[in-house]
């Protein structure tokens, strides 16, 4: 999709719209990226900005998504669903799960844009470790991976 520069540019446009006082709870996940990526107070404020535009704009695609499931329950209660309602409810899901996919891509690359390169080298790292984190417990189990 072509689309991903379009909705960044907007939840960047619209960020400073939703700015938020409140940091995050301390031992929350999103202290302990702030602490471990050392952001300062405004990359903290530009997150959260971004968060902010995230949930706005994933809010009634979720609230559609759910009425889509509905619809689709109510045509599978039926004792014959007319295919092309379904198939077109379907599609309509589709379609939707692909926007709240551009949404979350959105806020992902805006918040990669705000990083440094030894912070944007230190969430790679931390994706190459959750890419790994599947296996660990099986190295573990087995002994060559020592114990927390």
Known sequence: MKRA?????????????MAQTAGP????PQAT????????????ATWQDLAAARE???????EALGAVHDQLAELFAQEDPDPAAVGTLVLERRSLEAELVEVQRA??????AMLD??????????????ALEPVVPA?????????H
């Open 33 to 44: 990226v702030i602490r471990f990526l050392q952001l300062s107070e405004d990359q903290v």
């Open 139 to 147: 190295f573990r189990k087995v002994g060559l991976v020592r114990p």
């Open 107 to 112: 806020y992902v690359e805006g918040f990669e």
């Open 56 to 62: 706005e704009a994933a809010a009634p695609i979720r």
């Open 5 to 17: 520069p379009i909705v960044i540019a907007v939840l960047l446009l619209a960020a400073p719209l």
């Open 25 to 28: 709870a301390p031992g929350s």
């Open 117 to 130: 390169e030894e912070q944007a080298g230190k969430l790679g790292a931390v994706r190459k470790a959750a």
